[in-house]
Structures are given as structure tokens and as C-alpha cells.
């Protein structure tokens, strides 16, 4: 069997290559033989697709960043083999759910929701999206990998959550229109988790046929330090008073207040206005 394994060498720090070597010698091992290709090369992009039979297989060794920058540069979207990801990231959201550390992903990278920034920039998501507090602890964590600082999520998100000013949303989900004033941040998810295992969306199901919207609202600071790490669990969706849910497959949303989002962790800044397809 060929598998070609996918990797980014500047992912989860860098320390990404051990892993795909530590990976090739165990597929060897089985009497398998493997062909690296470098995601930032596009040599060795081409040269993979030029050369890849109908049995062969790819993997993907990385977390969410490495499926998010696959999926948006469309580098294998035209392809039928089949697709595995070798969980390698920091956050790994798209993998909690999936049994050990190399599974199949083919069909959930099938038919994948998109966003519209400020009417022009399109762009898929496997995760989820989000504004706010959400956004501003992505955008530090990045900040902090490139100084070569570890903070987790969490730690982040309770610093910020002192000086962080809320904002307010328009949103119009399949036709139905919603106003919400004094929001902490908001959530668009094909799947449950962000933030590196917290369970914001816990009735997202992959491949069904919407999506989730949270939003976590009219709460004061010493309430909502209580009510974060319920996310955790799942259970931050019983303050009913605060956290409001809707399933849907069409969303457009004005945000006043607040520019900075987040796809799959990916930062994007000056954002104001957001369209979000199911398919």
C-alpha cells in the first residue's frame, strides 16, 4: 500500500516532522511504502496528484490549522482516495469524537460549510466560527506560539475576560431575525468543541444537515466566570438566561462592536458581517 503523508512543517510549533518520520517507520514496518509531501512546497503538491493511483492513500498529520489551510487552498478536493488524519495539532477539536490517533475522514471533509466575510471572502470551515472573547483567546494564542509562549485557552480567556467590552449581533437564521445586545461571543459549529476540548455545541452532529449557533449574552463578568468552564462539560446550555441556541442552515449575522474572528482557530480581523452556509 502507498500512503502519502500530508504535513506542514511549521505546525504544532514545529514539531511536526518527529511525528511523520515516527509515522512512516511504523507504515514501513507493515511492509507499506510512504511518499512525504510538504504542504508549503507545491512541488511536492502537484508531483503527489500527478503521481497518485485510485488505491492509494492520503493522510493528513497535523490538528486543525493543517485541515483548515487543506480544505481552503482546495489542494486535494478533486480527488476519491481515501483520507485519514493522523492527530498531530495543539487544539485538536476536529478529532475529539474520533477512536485513537489515525482515523478515516473521508466523508467529513465532504460537503463542508463556508463563511462570507463582508460579502467577498469565502471560505469553508470544519470546525466552527466565531466572534468575541472566542476570537480575541485564538488570536492570543497565536501571538504566543510565535513568541514561544504556552498558555492554554482557558488561562487566555479568563485574563481577557476583565477588560473585554461586549458587543451586539443582528442575525437572521433560515428567515427568522434575532437582536442580542451585551454579547460576550458567538459560535457557528459543524462540530461540538473549540478552544482546544471545550464542548460549546454538544448536540452538533458532522454529517447531518445544519449547523449550531451559540450566544452567550446579557451576562455580567462574575456570572460568566461561572458559567465558562461549564463548557467543558456541555452543560454552560442549562443558563438558558444567558446562552441561547438555534439549528439551522442558513445564517447572516451583523456584528457592531467587535471585528475579530475566528475559523477552525484561524484568525481573521476587520470582519463585520458574516454569511454562513450549511452547504
Known amino acids: 500500500m502507498l500512503y502519502y503523508l500530508l504535513f506542514n512543517p511549521r505546525a504544532n510549533a514545529g514539531n511536526t516532522i518527529s511525528t ?39 493522510v493528513i498529520i497535523g490538528g ?28 485538536n477539536d476536529f478529532s475529539r469524537g474520533h477512536k485513537g490517533k489515525f482515523f478515516e475522514i ?13 460579502g467577498n471572502l469565502k471560505s469553508n470551515f470544519v470546525n466552527g466560527i466565531g466572534v468575541g472573547i472566542d476570537a480575541y483567546t485564538c488570536k492570543a494564542q497565536i501571538d504566543n506560539a510565535d513568541r514561544g509562549i504556552k498558555e492554554s485557552y482557558f488561562k487566555i480567556a479568563f485574563k481577557a475576560f476583565k477588560n473585554f467590552k461586549p458587543f451586539s449581533i443582528d442575525v437572521t437564521i433560515d428567515g427568522n431575525s434575532y437582536h442580542y445586545d451585551k454579547v460576550w461571543f458567538f459560535v457557528v459549529q459543524n462540530g461540538k468543541y473549540f478552544g482546544g476540548g471545550m464542548k460549546i455545541s454538544p448536540y452538533s ?42 439549528a439551522g442552515k442558513n445564517f447572516s449575522i451583523k456584528v457592531n462592536g467587535y471585528d475579530v474572528m475566528q475559523k477552525d482557530g484561524e484568525v481573521e480581523a476587520g470582519v463585520n458581517s458574516l454569511v454562513v452556509n450549511r452547504y
Not at 64 to 91: E, P, V
Not at 228 to 240: D, Q, R, S, V
Request: overall charge positive; proline content about 2%; glycine content about 4%.
Open 20 to 58: 511523520v518520520v515516527k509515522l512512516a517507520k511504523k507504515l514501513e514496518k507493515k511492509k507499506n511504502t510512504c511518499q512525504l509531501v510538504n504542504l508549503l512546497v507545491e512541488e511536492d503538491i502537484i508531483e503527489a496528484k500527478k503521481k497518485l493511483k485510485y488505491d492509494d492513500i492520503i
Open 64 to 91: 486543525d490549522g493543517t485541515l483548515h489551510h487543506i480544505i481552503n487552498h482546495k489542494l486535494f478536493s478533486d480527488i476519491t482516495n481515501k483520507i485519514y488524519l493522523y492527530k498531530a495539532g495543539r487544539g
Open 106 to 118: 473521508t466523508k467529513e471533509l465532504k460537503n463542508l460549510p463556508h463563511v462570507v466575510t463582508n
Open 205 to 246: 452532529v458532522r454529517l447531518d444537515d445544519k449547523l449550531e449557533f451559540y450566544v452567550i449574552h446579557n451576562i455580567g463578568y462574575r456570572r460568566l466566570l461561572a458559567i465558562f468552564p461549564l463548557i467543558f462539560l456541555g452543560k454552560h446550555i442549562w443558563a438558558k438566561k444567558y446562552v441561547k441556541s438555534v
